[in-house]
């Protein structure tokens, strides 16, 4: 049986693209280049890259950059972005639970809830992290990013759980104050127009 993040993933690359917090890559990709001092020597992994929308930035300012994802249909459309634009970037279908670069590169990224922290349980994502921070060689760095569990309670709890997205529609929220987990029912549509009900 498939995981809800596998059976999104699997036909959401176009709508993926027209998400608005992809809007801020070049923003992001500036941080991270100061982060390593502008080497464009350094060898880049980008986990959880998705369609490739920060390893192809970074590939255009001059990096070599490796990108990972779990979903095909989003390595797919990453391939055939760097093809088109003429970048060589290595994407590769891989689990970011079960990967092994040891210390290969100088950055590691994991942006925009890239694998972590969508995993069912603490020690899958732990296994994420690890893989991470195995990737790095001595002396690199990584950059990630993750939901902010803290949030509902600085906010209004309610106001948090009954907060829609901008292509889907959430409901039935439940967040647990105790485990910090979010469970809701997300209902949107994929590449093809079918909708797609999430549990």
């Keep these: 049986m498939k995981q809800w993040y596998e059976e999104l993933f699997q036909d959401y690359a176009d709508k993926y693209d027209?998400?608005?917090?992809?809007?801020?890559?070049?923003g992001e990709v500036d941080f991270m280049e100061k982060e390593i001092d502008f080497n464009k020597s350094a060898m880049i992994l980008d986990i959880g890259c998705g369609t490739g929308r920060h390893s192809l930035e970074l590939a255009?300012?001059?990096?070599?950059?490796t990108g990972i994802d779990l979903s095909e249909s989003m390595i797919t459309k990453a391939r055939r972005a760097a093809k088109e634009e003429n970048l060589?970037?290595?994407?590769?279908?891989?689990?970011?639970?079960?990967?092994?670069?040891?210390?290969?590169?100088?950055l590691t990224i994991m942006i925009c809830e890239g694998a972590f922290p969508l995993m069912e349980s603490d020690e899958m994502n732990y296994s994420i992290l690890q893989n991470a921070f195995a990737s790095i060689k001595p002396g690199g760095k990584f950059i990630f990013t993750t939901l902010n569990g803290l949030f509902p309670l600085f906010h209004s709890v309610k106001e948090f759980i009954n907060k829609g997205s901008d292509q889907g529609q959430t409901s039935e929220n439940t967040f647990d104050l105790m485990t910090f987990r979010d469970y809701s029912t997300y209902e949107t549509e994929d590449d093809q127009g079918n909708k797609i009900i999430l549990k």
Excluded at 18 to 26: M, Y
């Design 60 to 65: 255009r300012r001059g990096y070599k950059v």
């Design 88 to 106: 060589d970037i290595d994407f590769q279908i891989r689990d970011a639970r079960d990967f092994i670069f040891r210390e290969s590169f100088d």
């Design 18 to 26: 027209n998400e608005s917090f992809t809007s801020g890559t070049k």
